[in-house]
């Protein structure tokens, strides 16, 4: 069966600070690969994909940036974080059309 | 104006009552989805759509291609049922299959 892994659960890190979220995928081979965020009072947003090890798309310009160094791991950075870095960060895969989530990370930078 | 719009935003019923959800979104589409998110804030995957009517329990999915809506139903619902709700696109030649998301109806179902 396939399984997706996140972690942290949870982050409190201080303006400035860095920034590793990771993810990682069991069961499947070569998925697509998406980190989303959850601001709060907002919908979620697709923030990075990836279709393959080192390749990777951004939907918007942000503070944060996203890695694929093996093929069921990806990785959501930043070097300094900001405060309207906080939120909650899914990850989530693709097989036949319909996505499968993490359990998130939930983010808050003060 | 974003291209996937849901409503109601807030919607409290009682048990067993017959619940409505609509989403109507502006671009083509590859499929549509519903998502349910709980209050911890893990997301399930409830239905993909392309065409037509799925069904599975109490949930049914519809969607109208034609006039770019879809709605999801609850039969006799119940206080577990309550949760977030969230629709969400595939955007014809967006990225990878990546969504794009309604801003969620927050259901409560009280006993």
């Known amino acids: 069966s396939q399984t997706i892994h996140q972690w942290p659960a949870t982050l409190v890190q201080p303006v400035g600070s860095p920034l590793s979220l990771e993810c990682t995928v069991e069961?499947?081979?070569?998925?697509?690969l998406y980190w989303y965020r959850q601001a709060a009072g907002r919908g979620l947003q697709l923030l990075f994909y990836s279709v393959g090890i080192g390749q990777i798309s951004s939907e918007v310009p942000q503070n944060l940036s996203a890695s694929r160094p093996q093929d069921r791991q990806f990785i959501l950075s930043s070097k300094k974080l900001l405060l309207s870095d906080s939120g909650f960060y899914l990850c989530?895969?693709?097989?036949?059309?319909?996505?499968?989530f993490g359990p998130g990370t939930r983010l808050l930078v003060l | 104006k974003n291209e996937v719009e849901q409503s109601p935003q807030n919607l409290t019923a009682q048990e067993g009552e017959f619940i409505t959800i609509n989403c109507s979104y502006s671009?083509?589409?590859?499929?549509l989805h519903w998502l349910q998110q709980h209050p911890g804030g893990g997301i399930v995957s409830l239905f993909m759509l392309s065409s037509g009517k799925k069904k599975h329990g109490r949930l049914i999915a519809t969607i109208n291609i034609q006039e770019k809506h879809s709605s999801l139903h609850i039969t006799a619902s119940h206080p577990r049922d309550s949760a977030v709700y969230i629709c969400?696109?595939?955007?014809?030649?967006?990225?990878?299959?990546?969504?794009?998301f309604g801003k969620g109806t927050h259901l409560i179902i009280q006993p």
């Open positions: 069961g499947t081979s070569n998925p697509n």
């Open positions: 671009v083509g589409i590859s499929a």
């Open positions: 969400a696109a595939s955007i014809r030649g967006g990225g990878a299959d990546g969504l794009t």
């Open positions: 989530a895969w693709n097989r036949v059309e319909t996505q499968y």
